[in-house]
């Protein structure tokens, strides 16, 4: 320390620090996080100093040491951000301000940090943070110990002059055209109470990257009348989706006005003032600014929560994502039993689950091919003890660990990501090693976390799942990956991509709207249903009430003699074909399945019995959950879908609550069959409009139910009686074929028929056109 130093310690520490010693537009060159284009490349750093400080005395007498060299600062700043890589903006402004305080002697600074390369549709992204000698123990001024990263009240997030392309407008013009939008952000990550980080890292809540892409995927894909709607929606999306605590949204609209640059409005907003808008509106959630009328968001509307199974307890704070696969033995009993035994105790909760797929073997290629899932739990072990346990469940399950590896084996469980960490030690790597080159992984992982980042490769999962299919093209043009997304129904394994499976009605009642009394006695019904699968069909759909519109309900007893005796005589005849129980009460679902049915049909999406989705759970079979409003006789009272009659996206946002409850419940995604509900409180142009914009629900990206399979069953169906004039439900076979074709060319995975003879020529024709 110089004797300067030592003479401008000494007279200025103890002077009010009024005054302002500032740096301007410092350009450094640096490795920090990615560019861009998301590469770990030198970039340049804008760095924006402003040391607080007392010139008084060096005012006074003209003297240089009695303040701080603005040249020495600059260089101490220089030289430190130049010698050193850095994975984060906040670490590397926390690095700052502790040299400048520690070797400059400075009281206090602010350090913004500009990375003009951060971002391709933005000007720079950032960080701004305001440090004192307080805020540091002495030990992590001079470097003996680590310093985590802190946020305080005064620091921000920033991303500056991001443009966006998206229908914003109240003129007709503006509706037909795109215009560019220019957005500045501003985040608060030390509102949101979160503990110290390690020294160098960037949370998921605070990563501008992260929060970027996700609004920018849901507002081009929306449309607004006004700019307040559009602020509201980005600064929503911002604390419910990505949740950060609070943030200021100001949004310019450079076409606005012709003689002025720009129009826009500014906001800030936190957690706290979406909860009590949703309190203050909660019976009113068609409101413009619910995120749920932003497209993608399907999940349950602010304010309700699905029911569960008891909440997740607070001591599980840690969420991991696992690979499973199988190939020996009965695999989806095996995945199944494997998640099982995850959750016993109280130290594991599996949360949410993967659709299944069948895959190919990789790096061995002389063995059965693999089932393959993933899921998510939240736990309180650390990632040794959690990986001791999944041993010992490999280990109970019959897995030879003394075998060639990546041999076949009953069960293998691998720990993909946990928290964001980074771990390694001779026993486990965190995040996995290979993760990124094997597609059999990234699928499934995908379909729960597709907007994680990898925590060293800076890609969410569905980029890293992009760029290793585009490499797999380049290597092998036209190849076929061979992995079939796929559900398991009476000990068989189906791709949902190999065929449009045909579901074949058996009405056990004297009610039903077509065929009531024909199959009323379980000899009749077990005869119906063979000729049934003689005919083409691959599952038999068996309902003992009637809910077609106005129809009376009997009793529970009543619909189980109808349903239960059938079953149990197919059964013992030796009948092999998956049976579906097409009910909404849960005794009826519990004791079918117990006498030997595979699938439950519930035309009410489990809201007509609570205790629904414990029986789904509990038997661990394929469900299907279906769009209706009311029952029997109010459904078609209730078919007001709102002043644009958005029946479709009303339908993907009810159903995705639905799915939500279930998966909340214990049902594996990969179990889970949406139903759109033709004719079901939808009149005649409404079921056509379902089957028009059916793409919209089964392909579209922004769709809730996308890459879900769809049952459709629009058979017989009083729509296609009023389009042909065929009263006569029976003769509406040729209106239903054109109907299932509809339903095939939109995506749909299972039809739901009667005339199943009829129909399974067209469905041949209908998937050669369309499923290719």
Known sequence: ???????????????????????????????????????????????????????????????????????????????????SEFRSVEALADSIARVVISKCHAPKITVRIDKPRALLHAASAGVEITRSRSDYTEGELNGTIP??????????????????????????????????????????????????????????????????????????????K???????????????????????????????????GSAGVEITRDRAFFASAAAANKTHTRGVSSISTIPGFGNTPLGSAPPKRGPVPAHLSHEVYLALGSNLGDSAANLTNALNMLEQGDRVRVVDTSFLYETPPMYVTDQPAFLNAACKIRTDLEPLELLKKIKDIEAEMGRDFNTIRNGPRPIDIDILLYDSIEHKDDVLTIPHIAMQEREFVLRPLCDIAK????????????????????????????????????????????????????????????????????????????LRAQQLIDDGADIIDIGGMSTRPHSEEISEEEEIRRVVPVIQLLRARGFEAPISVDTFRAVVADRAIEAGADLINDVSAGKRDPAMYGVMA???????????????????????????????????????????????????????IPDPGVGFAKDNEQSLQVLRRLPELTQSETSPLAGYPCLVGPSRKAFIGHLTQQPDATKRAWGTAAACTASVAGGAGIVRVHDVKEIRDVIKVADAIWRV
């Open 147 to 224: 310093c985590p990263v802190r946020f305080n009240q005064h620091d921000i997030i920033f991303v500056k002059d991001l443009k966006l392309s998206c229908i914003i407008g109240v003129n007709p013009w503006e509706r037909e055209e795109e215009q560019l939008v220019v957005l500045n952000l501003q985040i608060y990550p030390g509102l949101d109470g979160t503990p110290d980080r390690k020294a160098d890292y960037v949370s998921s809540t605070h990563n501008y990257r992260t929060i970027v892409r996700t609004i920018t995927k849901y507002i081009e894909a929306s449309s607004y």
């Open 451 to 526: 907007d994680v980042e990898h925590p060293k490769l800076y890609r969410h999962i569905s980029q890293l799942l992009s760029q290793l299919l585009l490499k797999q093209e380049e290597a092998s043009p036209g190849s076929d990956s061979n992995i079939h997304k796929s559900f398991p129904l009476r000990r068989k394994i189906v791709h949902w991509d190999a065929k449009t499976l045909i579901m074949g009605i058996l009405n056990t009642t004297p009610d039903s709207f077509s065929d009531g009394g024909d199959y009323s006695t379980a000899e009749a019904a077990a």
């Open 226 to 260: 006004t700019v307040e709607a559009f602020v509201t929606s980005v600064a929503r999306i911002a604390i419910e989706k990505c949740h950060v605590s609070k943030i200021t949204v100001k949004m310019e609209k450079p076409s606005a006005i012709v003689f002025a």
């Open 618 to 672: 509990k038997w661990n079979v394929p469900v299907c959950l279906m769009h209706m409003r009311g029952d029997s006789k109010t459904m078609m009272s209730q078919t007001d879908y709102g002043v644009k009659n958005d029946v479709v996206g009303e339908i993907g946002r009810d159903l995705s609550r639905s799915i939500q409850r279930a998966i909340a419940a214990g049902v594996h995604r990969w179990n889970i």
């Open 1 to 83: 320390m110089s004797a300067a130093e030592h003479t401008k310690e000494d007279t200025v520490v103890d002077l009010p620090m009024t005054d302002k010693i500032c740096i301007k537009d410092l350009s450094v060159r640096n490795i920090i996080g990615v560019d861009a284009w998301e590469r770990s490349k030198r970039q340049p750093i804008i760095i924006n100093l402003v040391v607080y400080t007392s010139v008084s005395q060096a005012g006074d007498t003209d003297h240089l040491p009695y303040s701080i060299h603005y040249g020495i600062l600059c260089k101490t700043v220089e030289a430190h951000s130049e010698k």
